[in-house]
């Protein structure tokens, strides 16, 4: 999945995190991720405003701890320890940039620098929280607009500080900047890390094919615009029409269930969103002869599947591995059959009628499968066709 930033007005930690809720990530999710770094005393709430007749997201730390500060090595520590995985890499990534840039202009080890208002309970749970949504929304590349920066001064910890901030500037660097006639701080030091962290390329939108769009709003007010930035979430698209996308394959072995159930767990894991599902033959430890489920998802169909297959199998757990579909173009069109409608599927590279047609046709005509089956073949090679509006089949990942 891309993810092309809109910063229109500039950009903020919670901003971003506050656009990719609004886009589709699961806020109770974020919230959890944040959660199993083992940081306490702080609340993540969400509410919508408008702003200069713009709806938009707005996000709230809100923080009961004491703590206003920490050494970089303290933050690197409780952002490790986030899951999943790719959750720390990127939030470890980030805050390592922060280290980093902080202590070069201050000319202290990394490990040892003072994040003053980089070291707050709000910078962890933006960057981790926006790590998050980054992974449950299968991001794989972002891109981003020009950067607006603004001018004037700042005051920070150690004093006031020219804008941009000289942290802001050191992230930046090799990004594309524009400027703006906004005063201030337009862009935070989170935000640049972030974009920094993600190995965001600048420009304009990339060849995708659209999805949504979410809308964050940030804390300050601006006289004549909305302050707020966008995400826009697309499907990268290849040369040719093909498309890809992240999907999840959820996986469990069973021994211990019958054929007839195998048969009912995939016809409903199919109807309740499933790309696709199948059984493969496995062999157990003591020479058990088994069965591996695995069910095709989307990142938004993966938590109801994945309830599915533990409620219809009895299972006790189940797999998750991260994948990329590559999808062809496709289209259907139908033909008649003695008064029988029979959908066929079209790719670039042959057709197939649907099973479900050509069985309904054969058995209402009394003629054998593959006979109808051949008759549909031939009249979609020979006789104009009703093409189908819908271009691809969100049924089965054949």
């Known amino acids: 999945m891309i993810c092309w930033i809109n910063p229109f007005t500039g950009l903020a930690g919670d901003m971003l995190l506050a656009a990719l809720i609004d886009a589709g990530a699961p806020l109770d999710q974020v919230r959890a991720t944040v959660a199993s770094t083992g940081l306490t005393g702080w609340e993540l709430t969400a509410g919508r405003v408008?702003?200069?007749?713009?709806?938009?997201?707005?996000?709230?730390?809100?923080?009961?701890?004491?703590?206003?500060?920490?050494?970089?090595?303290?933050?690197?520590?409780?952002?490790?320890?986030?899951?999943?995985?790719?959750?720390?890499?990127?939030?470890?990534?980030?805050?390592?940039?922060?280290?980093?840039?902080?202590?070069?202009?201050h000319r202290a080890s990394p490990a040892e620098v003072h994040l003053h208002e980089l070291g707050g309970h709000d910078t962890v749970v933006d960057i981790v929280g926006t790590a998050a949504a980054l992974h449950?929304?299968?991001?794989?590349?972002?891109?981003?607009?020009?950067?607006?920066?603004?001018?004037?001064?700042?005051?920070?910890?150690?004093?006031?500080?020219?804008?941009?901030?000289?942290?802001?500037?050191?992230?930046?660097?090799g990004a594309i900047v524009t400027g703006t006639d906004i005063p201030g701080e337009t862009v935070t030091p989170t935000a640049a890390a972030l974009l920094k962290a993600m190995g965001t390329r600048y420009g304009p939108p990339p060849l995708m094919t659209l999805g949504p769009t979410g809308y964050g709003a940030g804390t300050r007010c601006l006289q004549d615009r909305a302050n707020v930035a966008s995400v826009t979430l697309g499907k990268p698209v290849l040369p040719g029409g093909v498309s890809e996308e992240p999907v999840i394959v959820l996986e469990t072995n069973l021994d211990d269930v019958t054929g007839e159930l195998l048969g009912h767990t995939i016809d409903q894991a199919l109807s309740a969103g499933a790309l696709d599902a199948w059984v493969t033959p496995a062999v157990m430890k003591k020479g058990r002869p088994?069965?591996?489920?695995?069910?095709?998802?989307?990142?938004?169909?993966?938590?109801?599947?994945?309830?599915?297959?533990?409620?219809?199998?009895?299972?006790?757990?189940?797999?998750?591995?991260?994948?990329?579909?590559?999808?062809?173009?496709?289209?259907?069109e139908t033909v008649d059959i003695d008064g029988h409608p029979v959908r066929i599927k079209h790719g670039p590279h042959g057709a197939k009628p649907e099973y479900e047609?050509?069985?309904?046709?054969?058995?209402?005509?009394?003629?054998?499968?593959?006979?109808?089956?051949?008759?549909?073949?031939?009249?979609?090679?020979t006789a104009p066709a009703h093409r189908c509006p819908f271009a691809e089949d969100h049924h089965h990942d054949h």
């Open 290 to 332: 088994a069965h591996v489920l695995h069910v095709l998802a989307t990142h938004d169909t993966e938590r109801d599947l994945r309830e599915l297959v533990l409620a219809e199998t009895g299972t006790l757990g189940v797999r998750r591995t991260g994948a990329t579909r590559t999808a062809v173009p496709r289209h259907f």
């Open 50 to 105: 408008t702003d200069h007749g713009l709806a938009a997201l707005h996000v709230d730390v809100r923080v009961t701890d004491t703590a206003h500060e920490r050494r970089g090595a303290e933050v690197l520590e409780l952002v490790s320890r986030a899951t999943p995985p790719p959750v720390a890499a990127l939030a470890v990534a980030a805050v390592t940039a922060m280290t980093e840039a902080e202590g070069r202009l």
């Open 136 to 173: 449950v929304l299968g991001v794989t590349e972002v891109v981003c607009a020009p950067v607006p920066l603004g001018h004037g001064r700042v005051r920070a910890a150690h004093g006031i500080l020219p804008c941009p901030a000289p942290a802001t500037l050191a992230l930046l660097a």
């Open 357 to 381: 047609d050509v069985a309904a046709a054969a058995r209402l005509l009394g003629v054998p499968l593959k006979a109808v089956a051949a008759r549909a073949l031939h009249l979609t090679a």
